[in-house]
């Protein structure tokens, strides 16, 4: 796993990233730096490990009770238990959120941002489409180009993009009345459960925006790197 996992990052994560990813955590806090290292190497002490070092004798999650192995890739990204869900829900509006904010600020007046995030006064993707909610959507005179975000384990990188693109390539049959007949162009960002950014240049350039700075590539490595080991420090506690 270790060396899918760096196979993976290296093939779909830009050098200039990754490098930008390294510094980060190495300013951040010890015990996350710490973290991130040794979930990188995949050496932290969840039940799998631990049972594999001999030092407990079940390996399963006791979160979920779902007779699963309690690994690096299940506390981070796929563990079924409900409070494990919830975190992954706010790990990934947080970052949301981010992105969200800086289209906002850097769309011309004439195209109009819509995103899945409740509670918020940006208004829903499902004013746009009737059976899919992308989570950002920017509405032109001429077009739709929507943003998938996608928060997966770094083993996951690619898959978790061609599932989105595959999830949404026919997003087009699905406009409402707003945006019925406007052709929709779709993008991803994929963000790893330890805070790489993956590019987003195809998104900027089809919007006519500047590529994300790397202020925001640093606000969303510190979020989810933060995020991600609260919740591998809540990996047996609802």
Same mark, same amino acid.
Request: a positive charge; hydrophobic letters at 35%.
């Given at each position: ?10 093939? $779909? ?6 490098? @930008?990813?390294? *510094? ?11 973290? #991130?290292?040794?979930? /990188?190497? +995949?050496? =932290?002490?969840?039940? #799998? ?5 001999? *030092?407990?004798?079940? %390996?399963?999650? $006791?979160?979920?009770? !779902?007779? @699963? ?13 409900? &409070?494990?869900? +919830?975190?992954?829900?706010? *790990?990934?509006?947080?970052?949301? =959120? @981010? ?9 011309? %007046? ?9 509670? $918020?006064?940006? *208004? ?14 920017? =509405? ?37 009345? /707003? #945006?019925?007949?406007?052709?929709? &162009? ?17 998104? !900027? ?10 202020? @925001?590539?640093? +606000? ?19």
């Amino acid at each position: 796993m270790q060396g899918e996992a760096i196979s993976v990052i290296t093939e $779909t994560i830009s050098g200039k990233n990754i490098e @930008l990813w390294s *510094r980060v955590l190495e300013r951040g806090p010890t015990t996350v730096f710490n973290f #991130a290292r040794k979930a /990188l190497l +995949q050496v =932290l002490p969840t039940a #799998a490990n631990l049972c594999r070092w001999k *030092r407990i004798l079940d %390996p399963n999650c $006791t979160l979920c009770n !779902a007779g @699963l192995r309690q690994t690096n890739k299940h506390v981070l990204s796929c563990c079924p238990a409900q &409070s494990a869900l +919830q975190r992954y829900t706010l *790990r990934h509006n947080e970052v949301l =959120l @981010l992105i969200v904010a800086w289209i906002k600020s850097v769309i011309p %007046p004439s195209q109009e941002l819509f995103a899945d995030i409740e509670y $918020t006064s940006y *208004r829903s993707t499902s004013d746009l489409f009737k059976s899919f909610r992308p989570d950002v959507a920017i =509405l032109s005179n001429i077009c739709v180009t929507t943003l998938e975000l996608t928060i997966c384990h770094e083993t996951n990188l690619m898959k978790s993009k061609q599932y989105k693109k595959d999830k949404y390539k026919n997003i087009g049959s699905s406009c409402t009345a /707003l #945006a019925s007949g406007k052709p929709v &162009s779709n993008f991803t960002i994929e963000v790893s459960t330890l805070g790489l950014v993956s590019e987003s240049l195809e998104f !900027a350039a089809a919007l006519g925006i500047p590529k994300i700075p790397p202020c @925001l590539i640093e +606000q969303i490595i510190k979020t989810v790197s933060d995020s991600s080991y609260k919740i591998y420090c809540g990996r047996n506690s609802n």
